[in-house]
């Protein structure tokens, strides 16, 4: 089902950066000091005491690997918006991680070959409804969130007039779905997809991200509500990002089972996150195996393990044209 050649869109890849000047980004104490920023660090070689080079380094790496990629031709950069207190006041204290949408914008702007704008609007800003006109007016082609992390129930009837407007200007909600373990996720409940289902119902087409997977690797609970989902909405979507991950990849191997529900698969990879090759061990053959591990660029590497899997998707592009942002009758 994936387009031939180098053609993909990868619908999710995070643009990553460190405070400097007005660029809009911010990062918690605590997250300066995680497991995980501490390995980003390490493993993109980037200077913490030294913001601008390395902002300037991790767009270089991505740039570089994305063009190197046999498959993947574009990328949707995601933003990360932070937390909101009752009067729709950013929290500063509260928020782990930002990045700011104007940054997302102006990078994707200078580099339209190569990227688009996947900006991130907490619905309980008091201007989340303004920022979604300004953002599609700006060039965005979705908005994305994540629900533990920003500390918001997307089931909440409050967030009507968002997912009004978001179905109004044609932008997809790209969500965060299951445990999250790169940010602080306060409340692991607001992952569930189910809660989803008011933004469908008021026509918002929605990518739930890492296909609806738990993220902890027992179980996959939510593979009712996939399916659930995929029959009863035609603008349902579902990427594969971090599928590949030893907590997510019980659900890249139901979907070998059910080929039904391709068609609203949208690939994705979670980039910067690593691309493992252990779901194929023992499932594919020696040959396959060995072209899948010497595959280091993550986004080949993604395609590949999932087209051995037999596990197909979509490009975003499929979705681009469609949800190209529209301006708002007078």
């Known amino acids: 089902m994936e387009p031939s050649g180098k053609s993909l869109i990868d619908c999710h890849v995070h643009l990553a950066a460190l405070p400097e000047g007005d660029n809009g980004c911010y990062i918690s104490t605590g997250m300066l000091k995680s497991p995980l920023f501490r390995f980003l660090l390490w493993k993109h070689s980037l200077p913490k005491d030294d913001p601008r080079e390395a902002n300037r380094?991790?767009?270089?790496?991505?740039l570089s690997e994305l063009t190197a990629s046999r498959h993947v031709a574009r990328a949707v950069l995601l933003g990360m918006d932070g937390v909101y207190d009752g009067s729709g006041r950013l929290d500063l204290p509260r928020t782990d991680f930002l990045i700011g949408n104007d940054y997302v914008l102006s990078t994707a702007r200078r580099h339209p070959r190569e990227f688009l704008a996947g900006v991130s609007i907490n619905?309980?800003?008091?201007?989340?409804?303004?920022?979604?006109?300004?953002?599609?007016?700006?060039?965005?082609?979705?908005?994305?969130?994540?629900?533990?992390a920003q500390q918001f129930d997307p089931a909440d009837p409050a967030h009507i007039p968002f997912y009004r407007a978001l179905a109004e200007r044609k932008l997809p909600l790209l969500s965060h779905v299951g445990y999250e373990f790169s940010l602080i996720g306060k409340d692991q409940s607001l992952g569930d997809p189910d809660r989803l289902?008011?933004?469908?119902?008021?026509?918002?087409?929605v990518i739930a991200a890492h296909a609806c997977s738990y993220g902890l690797m027992l179980y996959e609970k939510f593979l009712p509500v996939l399916q659930d989902f995929a029959k009863r909405y035609p603008q349902f979507y579902a990427d594969t990002s971090a599928l590949t991950l030893p907590n997510r990849f019980r659900m890249l191997l139901h979907l070998r089972r059910h080929p039904e529900l391709h068609s609203h698969l949208l690939f994705g990879t979670d980039y910067p996150l690593s691309v493992f090759h252990l779901p194929a061990w023992g499932r594919v053959s020696l040959?396959?195996?060995l072209d899948i591990v010497r595959t280091k660029n993550r986004f080949d590497r993604q395609y590949t393990v999932c087209r051995a899997l037999s596990v197909s998707s979509r490009s975003f592009g499929d979705l681009l044209a469609e949800s190209q942002p529209t301006t708002p009758s007078a």
């Open 57 to 62: 380094k991790y767009l270089d790496d991505l």
């Open 123 to 148: 619905p309980q800003r008091r201007d989340a409804v303004d920022e979604i006109h300004r953002c599609a007016d700006a060039g965005a082609v979705l908005v994305k969130v994540l629900p533990n």
């Open 197 to 205: 289902r008011l933004a469908l119902d008021q026509g918002a087409t």
């Open 287 to 289: 040959g396959r195996l």
